[in-house]
């Protein structure tokens, strides 16, 4: 059996390389993108650009704009069209430094990092001394000009991920390490459809196989132009793996995951929750929830530096319904885990610890799965109400989150188990679909933001 869990994993590993490598070879979506930024902001060629067969495309000193894009894309490029090309006004490393000021500005929870020391304003000034690789500039730019929200993104990790690196007293390459990192963890995302990252869609299995990708394309970019940085290029691999063993593309556990990546991925849901939610409570429910997919030194150094407050609110009131949900949904949970006598199946390990963790919380809270009514008088108290909605936020995040991790997996899981044991995951994909109807009225697919959030992509 291990031996087909092998070769499954090697089949699913090959198939997310292929699509990251068809993406940076057919480059249509960059493209569109680059030439679209061309037609407000001032591109030229700065030297002849040639097909991989020796055809001249274009002449040093031509002017992109969209119009020029199909002529680019029926043809296969001698190198990188980004490459040949040279922006006016493009992102700098002192742009970075003035945009990353204007964000602490517009965002409590930075400047609550600030107030706990001088790490913030150190990453500025960092910021403002990295050298940054011409052609990573120009990328960045494609990014700030076409896709805004995901470059305030990358520059929220970037200010988060430094803060980290720098309680944890790592070196200053470690630091230049991280912000780089940072700043290229999502770059896969620019040869991404972009109607995939639209955070209103509703994202297929079909389509989750290209933004999956994300992070080897990223990683090939990283590694073609940060040559010096190997460390870079496997952090932006490895950022979406998780200590549990949950996270893609490899499924990575333990020690197996970098410490830089470790530092990326806690950044990443970090921005990604405060971006959604501007709520401490919101980011104190995502640590406490995910102790075990996270490195716990990182979540700690986070958990010390949140107020229990910043003004923020949760999305959704708990009412009574969702208690029921959740407290049916730890009822079966205990009756999955009873006939498996606790011990899980070497392949649903994440599953098991996961449960565990969202468990913990909601007894903590005041779940009593026997009795949900006895947390209905918790409701009333509005501060109470408020860390109490924020929980069931994240609870059902994690559990849609499971939902899509097991079922990515299935196909390989099926192959190692028992009988019995697939019949006890068909029950629970059961149970979590009836949680999730419950809490949401509707069963619906998974969006971009919602992904996003729940890996909190």
Known sequence: MASIMKELSELDHAQHELQARKALDEDVHYMTSLTQMADVKEVVAREEVFTAKGIKLLDRGVAIGSDLRERLLKHVLLKPIDQSLVIKDGVTADLL????????????????????GEEIQRSQDALRQLRLPEQLGFKLTVMRTQLPWLFKHILMVV??????????????????????????????????????????????????AHIDAHPITGYLIAREILPANPEVAAAVLQHHERLDGSG???????????????????????????????????????????????????????????????????????????????????????????ARQGVAPAEL???????????????QFGLDQNDPRAMQALVGDQVIARELSAVFDEVRWQI??????????????????????????????????????????AEQAPSTERRRISEAG
Not at 166 to 187: C, K
Not at 412 to 441: E, K
């Open 97 to 116: 430094a003035e945009e990353a000021a204007g964000l602490i500005a517009s965002e409590p929870f930075l400047q609550n990092l600030q107030s706990g």
């Open 159 to 208: 200010l988060v991920g430094h803060y980290l690196v720098q309680r944890l007293r790592l070196s200053p390459q470690q630091g230049t390490d991280a912000m780089l990192s940072g700043l290229v963890h999502d770059i896969g995302e620019l040869h991404t459809d972009p109607s995939l990252l639209d955070r209103r869609h509703r994202v297929s299995e079909t389509e989750f």
């Open 248 to 338: 893609y593309p490899y499924g990575l556990r333990g020690e197996r995951v970098s410490l830089l990546a470790r530092v990326i991925a806690v950044a990443d849901a970090c921005a990604s929750i405060i971006a959604r939610y501007k709520s401490s409570e919101r980011l104190r429910a995502l640590l406490q929830l995910n102790r075990r997919k996270f490195d716990p030194v990182l979540i700690a150094l986070l958990q010390r530096a949140l107020v229990l407050s910043d003004g923020g609110t949760a999305t959704t009131r708990v009412d009574f319904e969702q208690i029921q949900a959740a407290a049916q949904m730890l009822l079966r949970w205990t009756e999955i885990s009873a």
């Open 349 to 363: 390990g994440f599953l098991f610890e996961r449960m565990s963790d969202v468990r913990i919380m909601l007894v």
């Open 400 to 441: 849609a989150d499971l939902q899509r991790e097991t079922q990515r997996r299935r196909e390989a899981i099926a192959a190692t188990m028992s009988t019995a044991d697939s019949t006890l995951l068909d029950t629970w994909l059961a149970a979590i679909r009836d949680f999730l109807q419950a809490v949401t009225g």
